[in-house]
C-alpha cells in the first residue's frame, strides 16, 4: 500500500497557538489557500480511497482536495482533556509536573485526556482496514501522522517529535510492503512560500543530502530516491535523526 498522509491546513487555533486537540477550530483564511494550493497540486494525481478526520479542520481541507471522500473519527486528534482551548504559555504554567512527565517520554493521559500510545493504537487500527487498497490519501492531524509514522518506521512514540514538526497541508508518503519506504516526508512545497523547511538548511547541525546521494535511513524504514532537481533534509543529533523534509525542491 502507498499512504499518503496529510496535515490539515492551519486553523484559527494554529494561528494563535492555542491547543485544539478534538475541539473544531475551523481553517484560517491562510489555512484556506493551502488547501487550495494542495488541490492544485493534487489535482491529476489519482488516489483509490481518500479519507478524512471527521473534525472540521480536516474535512474543510479534504472538501478543498476536490475528491471523494469518506470521513472516519478513529483518525481525530488526540483528546487533550483540560489543555484544550488554553494556549501554549497557559499549558506550562497550569500543568509543569505534567509537561516534564511528557517530555521525559512518559505515557500519559495528556491533559487527562489521551495518552500518545492510545492514539497510536486507535489509529494503527483504523489503518488496517485501509490495506486491501493499494493507494491511500488520509487527512488527518499533527499528532495522528506523526504517532502513525513512529510506529511505521520503528521509532519510539514518546512525545511524538521524533520526527519533527509537521508543516500545515504538508504530504508524507510511505510505502508500506515487504520493506518499509518513505518517499515523502513534511512536504509542504506548494504553500512554502517563506521558505520554512529551507530556514532549517541554515543550522548548521543540519545536514543537506543532495540528489545523487546515499538515502538514508530512519529507524526501520529507507528513505526514498531523491527525485530529480530535490533534496532531502536531515536533522541529525546525538541520540536521534529528525526528517525536516524529503523530496522537496532544492534550497
Known amino acids: 500500500m502507498i499512504l499518503t498522509l496529510v496535515r490539515h491546513g492551519e486553523t484559527l487555533s494554529n494561528a494563535t497557538g492555542t491547543w485544539q486537540g478534538q475541539g473544531d477550530s ?56 483540560s489543555w484544550e482551548g488554553l494556549t501554549r504559555e497557559q499549558v506550562r504554567e497550569a500543568f509543569p509536573d ?48 506523526l504517532t502513525l509514522m513512529c510506529a511505521l518506521v520503528g521509532r ?8 519533527g514538526r509537521l508543516l500545515n497541508t504538508s504530504m508524507t508518503t510511505i ?23 529551507r530556514e532549517a538548511a541554515k543550522r548548521g547541525h543540519d545536514v543537506a543530502i543532495q540528489p545523487g546521494g546515499e538515502p538514508g ?10 527525485e530529480p532537481g530535490r533534496c532531502g533534509l536531515l536533522e541529525v543529533s546525538s541520540d536521534k535523526t529528525v526528517v525536516a523534509a524529503w523530496n522537496v525542491v532544492r534550497p
Open 26 to 81: 475551523q481553517l484560517s483564511p491562510l489555512g484556506l489557500k493551502q488547501a487550495e494550493l494542495l488541490g492544485e497540486r493534487l489535482e491529476r494525481v489519482h488516489f483509490d480511497r481518500v479519507v478524512s478526520s471527521d473534525l472540521r479542520r480536516a474535512v474543510e481541507t479534504s472538501e478543498l482536495l476536490g475528491k471523494p471522500y469518506t470521513c472516519d473519527p478513529a483518525f481525530r486528534e488526540i483528546d487533550l482533556g
Open 98 to 145: 505534567e509537561l516534564a512527565a511528557l517530555s521525559r517520554g512518559e505515557d500519559l493521559p495528556v491533559g487527562g485526556g489521551e495518552s500518545w500510545l492510545d492514539v497510536q493504537r486507535r489509529t494503527l487500527a483504523a489503518l488496517e482496514e485501509l490495506r486491501g487498497e493499494q493507494d491511500v490519501l488520509l487527512v488527518a492531524h499533527g499528532g495522528v501522522i
Open 156 to 163: 519510539g512514540v514518546g512525545t511524538v517529535r521524533p520526527l
Open 175 to 197: 510505502e508500506l510492503g515487504d520493506e518499509t519506504i518513505v518517499h515523502r516526508y513534511n512536504d509542504a512545497d506548494h504553500c512554502d512560500a517563506d521558505g520554512v523547511w
Open 217 to 226: 535511513i530512519v529507524g526501520d524504514a529507507r528513505l526514498g530516491e531523491l
